[in-house]
């Protein structure tokens, strides 16, 4: 009796949606959200926000329509920006949200308020998460591009809220933002050598 041959293991359906999400997703240059599986297919990051996220495209499906995000982080929303661009963004927010969080650490007990102790005073890492974010917003040096820095990366205001209010045009906000996102990525050591501008 011949030996039947072994099948190979069928890679498990994708859930519903899933694959014309991912298609979506690479379609609009979102891949930073898409992961391999163990049978080579891209897949969205479970257990993140952004594989929460759904993608409505107009058109009858097909991308060259409108692709329609909801509650987007602006950093990940602008499809223009570059991986780097996007990665300075969040350092600064990182460097941001830690210069505040550490700064409303609750003191010990006992601690004395006069900081009496043996080398009292404002502990080390708060001094320095709040020099690390102080130094990056000095690196942005134009208040404008400062501010729209601020606003899009630290509040997640909108471009086209920030261009309604302020007037200019959507184009001139991403323009801002990417020099300053090219600023902090200068700042943080990733764009070695290249010129901002």
């Known amino acids: 009796m011949p030996r039947k041959a072994a099948k190979k293991p069928q890679p498990p ?15 609009v240059g979102h891949d930073f959200a898409l ?3 163990g049978f080579g297919r891209q897949r969205l990051t479970t257990g ?7 993608y409505e495209v107009s058109n009858g499906g097909y991308t060259g329509g409108v692709v329609r995000l909801r509650n987007v982080d602006p950093l ?12 300075a963004g969040q350092r600064f927010r990182d460097d941001f949200e830690r210069s505040q969080r550490e700064g409303l ?22 001094l320095s998460a709040g020099r690390a974010y102080a130094h990056a ?19 997640g205001q909108s471009v086209k809220a920030i261009a309604e209010r302020s007037g200019d045009g959507r184009d001139v906000v991403v323009k801002l933002l ?3 996102l090219d600023l902090l990525a200068v700042h943080y050591g990733m764009m070695m050598g290249k010129k901002v501008g």
């Open 137 to 155: 917003a000095a690196a942005l040096a134009h208040w404008e591009v400062a501010e729209v820095a601020r606003k899009i990366c630290l509040e």
């Open 48 to 54: 993140t926000a952004e594989a929460r996220r759904i």
């Open 35 to 37: 992961k391999p599986d």
């Open 76 to 87: 990940t929303g602008i499809t223009s920006l570059t991986r780097q661009q996007r990665e």
């Open 13 to 27: 359906k994708l859930p519903k949606g899933e694959a014309e999400q991912v298609r979506i997703r690479r379609d």
């Open 178 to 180: 990417k020099v300053g």
């Open 105 to 126: 650490q609750p003191q010990s007990w006992s601690e004395r308020v006069d900081t009496g102790r043996i080398g009292g005073g404002v502990p080390d890492r708060v």
